[in-house]
């Protein structure tokens, strides 16, 4: 019931297209949504993160999409650029919880 | 310090060897955090500190790894009779005061295991 499942492992994207990766989960007490955005050789950084209050957050060319019956969130990175390349995380926790859950990660590629 | 700093960067061990890994939070973050990131995986939890209560080990793998960290400043990792599973990227984050404030990472200690 921990789990975040993301989806998907690896994505390629042209330059200037939408990047659309999913997480999903199964806590219903998660009611915190960060994603995090890795380059190689780097730790994880926060990138965006969204509560279930909203169905939609956007900060730049970076969109939180989230639903909650379904129990479902995704981010979209629009025209995507090179520089965007990196993998992304999607994380979750629950009011008052001490630790982020994570997914396993999409390793994005943004080809010119 | 400005950011999370992790020593080593880099660790190779030969299999058997105790190593020790190093992580010196933001100052004034009371949460640490220590994941391992095996290659192509995603982030695994080992085990948490906030203040002074009694850390959350839960995600350690083995009673080969074991953690300190003295009040609110550094933390070290230890891997006792590393093997060569063990080999990985181990972060550190730290942060305000829980999970929802959001973790800042350090770089992470690549450890090897030959």
């Known amino acids: 019931q921990q789990q975040v499942k993301q989806s998907p492992q690896s994505l390629i994207v042209q330059k200037g297209g939408i990047s659309i990766i999913n997480c999903a989960y199964e806590n219903t007490a998660f009611d915190y949504f960060p994603w995090y955005q890795q380059f190689p050789g780097k730790g994880p950084a926060l990138l965006i993160a969204i509560r279930p209050d909203v169905s939609e957050k956007k900060e730049g060319r970076f969109t939180i999409s989230f639903n909650k019956s379904a129990k479902q969130f995704s981010l979209h990175i629009m025209d995507s650029q090179p520089g965007d390349s990196a993998t992304y995380f999607c994380a979750a926790t629950a009011r008052g919880g001490n630790k982020l859950t994570f997914g396993t990660g999409t390793q994005l590629k943004v080809e010119l | 310090g400005a950011g999370v700093s992790q020593s080593p960067s880099n660790k190779v061990t030969e299999k058997g060897k105790d190593v020790e890994l190093r992580c010196d939070p933001i100052?004034?973050?009371?949460?640490l955090y220590w994941y391992r990131q095996r290659l192509g995986q995603g982030l695994e939890f080992l085990i948490y500190f906030q203040g002074n209560s009694a850390p959350d080990k839960s995600g350690l793998p083995s009673d080969r790894f074991s953690a300190e960290r003295t009040g609110e400043s550094v933390s070290t990792l230890t891997i006792q009779r590393t093997q060569q599973e063990d080999s990985a990227v181990y972060l550190c984050?730290?942060?305000?005061?829980?999970?929802?404030?959001?973790?800042?990472f350090g770089s992470g200690t690549r450890l090897t295991v030959v």
């Open positions: 984050a730290s942060s305000l005061d829980r999970a929802l404030y959001g973790y800042t």
């Open positions: 100052s004034g973050h009371t949460a």
